[in-house]
């Protein structure tokens, strides 16, 4: 199972958030770029950015997260994302240097370009991201509820040949509640080719051990990494 550590940027600043709520920042690194030289240093093969403030509709942070893939080249691999609601901005990140581009709102609101947007990287570049809360998927930075439910948007998924999904729980997320098991193991179940990520509500070692046994393809981390519940040696024993 991979383990992959997460940065989320918000004004500039790797930070986190409680439950994905605008306001409630805790700042980890003043600088992201020193956030990616961390990782790199801790051996991680692979590092998941997310524009919060691009989620939010804003393009603060556009030149930084170039940068960021500019200094990650040939370091480590970089799956991206947060507001990429266009196929433009998608292969623009890919040409950059992104390894793999994150979809959430796009991937509901633009089914059609979606299929587009599939043809024209290859569903080796694409993770589609299911944020999820009360069996509904959250969109537009999880503002809004939309009307899909997540499995069977999990299973449309599948049929059109999406090979990732990063399944989020947003009442998981930041609180170090621990994994929302019983729909990641739903997930797994109702999405039998196609590779799923999880996040939200790692705590411990414990968390990581009992995830490995869902048969999920990897778990991004980010609060239990930052205040240290987590042995960093773990990254570099991941596959």
Same mark, same amino acid.
């Given at each position: 199972?991979?383990?992959?550590?997460?940065?989320?940027?918000?004004?500039?600043?790797?930070?986190?958030?409680?439950?994905?709520?605008?306001?409630?920042?805790?700042?980890?690194?003043?600088?992201?770029?020193?956030?990616?030289?961390?990782?790199?240093?801790?051996?991680?093969?692979?590092?998941?950015?997310?524009?919060?403030?691009?989620?939010? =509709?804003?393009?603060?942070?556009?030149?930084?997260?170039?940068?960021?893939?500019?200094?990650?080249?040939?370091?480590?691999?970089?799956?991206?994302?947060?507001?990429?609601?266009?196929?433009?901005?998608?292969?623009?990140?890919?040409?950059? =240097?992104?390894?793999?581009?994150?979809?959430?709102?796009?991937?509901?609101?633009?089914?059609?370009?979606?299929?587009?947007?599939?043809?024209?990287?290859?569903?080796?570049?694409?993770?589609?991201?299911?944020?999820?809360?009360?069996?509904?998927?959250?969109?537009?930075?999880?503002?809004?509820?939309?009307?899909?439910?997540?499995?069977?948007?999990?299973?449309?998924?599948?049929?059109? =040949?999406?090979?990732?999904?990063?399944?989020?729980?947003?009442?998981?997320?930041?609180?170090?509640? =621990?994994?929302?098991?019983?729909?990641?193991?739903?997930?797994?179940?109702?999405?039998?080719?196609?590779?799923?990520?999880?996040?939200?509500?790692?705590?411990?070692?414990?968390?990581?051990?009992?995830?490995?046994?869902?048969?999920?393809?990897?778990?991004?981390?980010?609060?239990?990494?930052?205040?240290?519940?987590?042995?960093?040696?773990?990254?570099?024993?991941?596959?």
């Amino acid at each position: 199972m991979e383990i992959i550590p997460a940065i989320d940027i918000s004004n500039g600043k790797c930070v986190r958030l409680y439950k994905g709520r605008k306001g409630t920042e805790t700042i980890y690194f003043e600088d992201p770029l020193e956030a990616l030289d961390f990782w790199i240093n801790h051996g991680t093969k692979r590092l998941h950015f997310i524009d919060l403030d691009g989620a939010w =509709g804003s393009s603060i942070n556009k030149d930084l997260l170039q940068k960021i893939i500019k200094k990650a080249s040939n370091k480590t691999k970089i799956q991206i994302g947060g507001g990429i609601r266009s196929i433009e901005s998608a292969v623009k990140l890919i040409d950059l =240097g992104a390894d793999r581009i994150i979809i959430g709102t796009f991937a509901i609101k633009n089914p059609n370009g979606l299929k587009e947007l599939l043809e024209i990287v290859g569903s080796d570049k694409i993770i589609i991201a299911i944020d999820y809360r009360k069996e509904k998927v959250a969109i537009q930075g999880w503002t809004e509820l939309s009307n899909k439910n997540p499995f069977s948007f999990g299973r449309e998924l599948e049929e059109l =040949g999406i090979k990732f999904i990063l399944f989020s729980s947003i009442e998981a997320d930041g609180t170090f509640s =621990g994994p929302d098991f019983e729909n990641i193991e739903k997930m797994v179940n109702s999405v039998k080719k196609t590779s799923l990520y999880v996040a939200g509500g790692v705590r411990n070692i414990e968390d990581v051990e009992n995830l490995k046994t869902t048969g999920v393809k990897g778990v991004i981390i980010g609060k239990a990494f930052y205040e240290q519940s987590l042995p960093f040696s773990i990254i570099k024993n991941s596959k």
